[in-house]
């Protein structure tokens, strides 16, 4: 299967040459500034926020410590503050943490079952993604009225922006003594955040990127009539990229990348890609190749990379032996309790080697 479809899809060779450890650290750079010129638009210049925390006392059935904290960015005289929620085992020290970009600002949320996560000896530091700045074409607000013209004209797209929210949210957990490992998990357009994120920033022990589809994790080239592409993905959301994408449009064979590089961006830390078999438009073909592709980066480094059938995997089966891993659920487009569980798996993996 996975040779025919490589064939269908006509993927060219990108890590020709590449065959040490290395010459892919040489390659990475190159292949980071392809993604962020050709598709996302680049960070603009980090700024260090200024941090108040608001407790909120002990939750969750006396289980977690919680606080509310503020990141407060300031730049030629204009402010914007961002709320996150911080919450953590009671009195634990070195504990895992989920940075998760949520589309709710309450906690728990439907996609943030906080109980579970904290049952699984996890922490959590969550943001709401339009609070960083709105999910549409409007550039003055939030972030982007820092770094955009009066005008909201920007050299970058909404993903990136929220990428940014998220390196800076790493920076804090990073100076919190009582936080061990992190991981980053997104869904959807935040799962295609989520990826970007952890390709520009080492820091993250797992990468978990739920049905990120069509410029996420999904491969561009090859897709069926049902499955998103290009075109639609920027009829519908042209705000989420950089001007330069758009030349891609019905012409996919002409990038001078796929997605699978992006998630070569993450070796040699650990990434996991979900999908849902209902959900076509994701392209879970598109997902698991982009897996098989990367895989190879790994071994450069003495990693497992993608450990898979020469097919997909049933519903409801995981390949999740390698450090590339890919999991097929039943059901629809969602970040459901099960998908959280099997990422929880993993990453207990992780910290018990």
Same mark, same amino acid.
């Given at each position: 299967?996975?040779?025919?479809?490589?064939?269908?899809?006509?993927?060219?060779?990108?890590?020709?040459?590449?065959? *040490?450890?290395? +010459?892919?650290?040489?390659?990475?750079?190159?292949?980071? %500034?392809?993604?962020?010129?050709?598709?996302?638009?680049?960070?603009? /210049?980090?700024?260090?926020?200024? =941090? +108040?925390? /608001?407790?909120?006392?002990?939750?969750? !059935?006396?289980?977690?410590?919680?606080?509310?904290?503020?990141?407060?960015?300031?730049?030629?005289?204009?402010?914007?503050?961002?709320?996150?929620?911080?919450?953590?085992?009671?009195?634990?020290?070195?504990? #895992?943490?989920?940075?998760?970009?949520?589309?709710?600002?309450?906690?728990?949320?439907?996609?943030? #079952?906080?109980? /579970?996560?904290?049952?699984?000896?996890?922490?959590?530091?969550?943001?709401?993604?339009?609070?960083?700045?709105?999910?549409?074409?409007?550039?003055?607000?939030?972030?982007?009225?820092?770094?955009?013209?009066?005008?909201?004209?920007?050299?970058?797209?909404?993903?990136?922006?929220?990428?940014?929210?998220?390196?800076?949210?790493?920076?804090?957990?990073?100076?919190?003594?009582?936080?061990? @490992?992190?991981?980053?998990?997104?869904?959807?357009?935040?799962?295609? *955040?989520?990826?970007?994120?952890?390709?520009?920033?080492?820091?993250?022990?797992?990468?978990?990127?739920?049905?990120?589809?069509?410029?996420?994790?999904? =491969?561009?080239?090859? +897709?069926?009539?049902?499955?998103?592409?290009? +075109?639609?993905?920027?009829?519908?959301? #042209?705000?989420?990229?950089?001007?330069?994408?758009?030349?891609?449009? %019905?012409?996919?064979?002409?990038?001078?990348?796929?997605?699978?590089?992006?998630?070569?961006?993450? !070796? #040699?830390?650990?990434?996991?890609?979900?999908?849902?078999?209902?959900?076509?438009?994701?392209?879970?073909?598109?997902?698991?190749?982009?897996?098989?592709?990367?895989?190879?980066?790994?071994?450069?480094?003495?990693?497992?990379?993608?450990?898979?059938?020469?097919?997909?995997?049933?519903?409801? /089966?995981?390949?999740?032996?390698?450090?590339?891993?890919?999991?097929?659920?039943?059901?629809?487009?969602?970040?459901?309790?099960? %998908?959280?569980?099997?990422?929880?798996? @993993?990453?207990?993996?992780?910290?018990?080697?």
């Amino acid at each position: 299967m996975i040779k025919k479809e490589l064939l269908r899809r006509s993927i060219p060779d990108f890590l020709d040459g590449i065959d *040490t450890k290395e +010459k892919w650290e040489k390659k990475r750079n190159e292949i980071r %500034d392809l993604f962020l010129k050709e598709e996302y638009g680049f960070l603009p /210049e980090k700024i260090k926020p200024t =941090i +108040k925390t /608001e407790k909120q006392g002990i939750n969750f !059935a006396g289980k977690a410590e919680w606080e509310s904290v503020f990141f407060t960015f300031e730049k030629n005289g204009k402010s914007h503050t961002v709320r996150t929620e911080l919450i953590l085992p009671k009195s634990k020290d070195n504990v #895992p943490v989920f940075l998760f970009l949520d589309f709710e600002a309450k906690v728990p949320s439907k996609y943030l #079952p906080v109980e /579970e996560i904290l049952d699984g000896g996890f922490g959590m530091l969550a943001f709401c993604y339009q609070d960083v700045t709105t999910d549409n074409g409007d550039f003055t607000n939030g972030l982007c009225s820092l770094f955009c013209d009066e005008n909201g004209k920007c050299t970058f797209g909404k993903i990136s922006m929220w990428a940014y929210m998220a390196i800076a949210c790493m920076d804090y957990l990073e100076a919190r003594n009582e936080v061990g @490992k992190v991981a980053i998990i997104g869904h959807s357009r935040l799962g295609k *955040t989520a990826l970007l994120t952890s390709a520009l920033d080492n820091r993250f022990c797992l990468t978990c990127v739920n049905e990120s589809g069509c410029s996420g994790a999904s =491969i561009s080239r090859g +897709k069926t009539e049902q499955n998103e592409n290009i +075109k639609k993905i920027t009829d519908t959301f #042209p705000f989420w990229f950089c001007e330069n994408y758009f030349k891609y449009i %019905d012409k996919e064979n002409t990038l001078p990348f796929d997605q699978h590089m992006l998630l070569s961006l993450v !070796a #040699p830390r650990s990434v996991m890609i979900g999908g849902a078999i209902l959900d076509v438009w994701a392209d879970n073909e598109g997902q698991f190749l982009s897996c098989y592709l990367a895989g190879d980066i790994w071994k450069l480094y003495g990693k497992r990379g993608f450990i898979c059938e020469n097919r997909l995997p049933s519903v409801n /089966e995981h390949y999740l032996d390698g450090e590339v891993c890919f999991h097929l659920r039943d059901g629809e487009h969602f970040l459901s309790r099960y %998908d959280w569980n099997v990422y929880m798996s @993993k990453f207990k993996g992780i910290i018990n080697n």
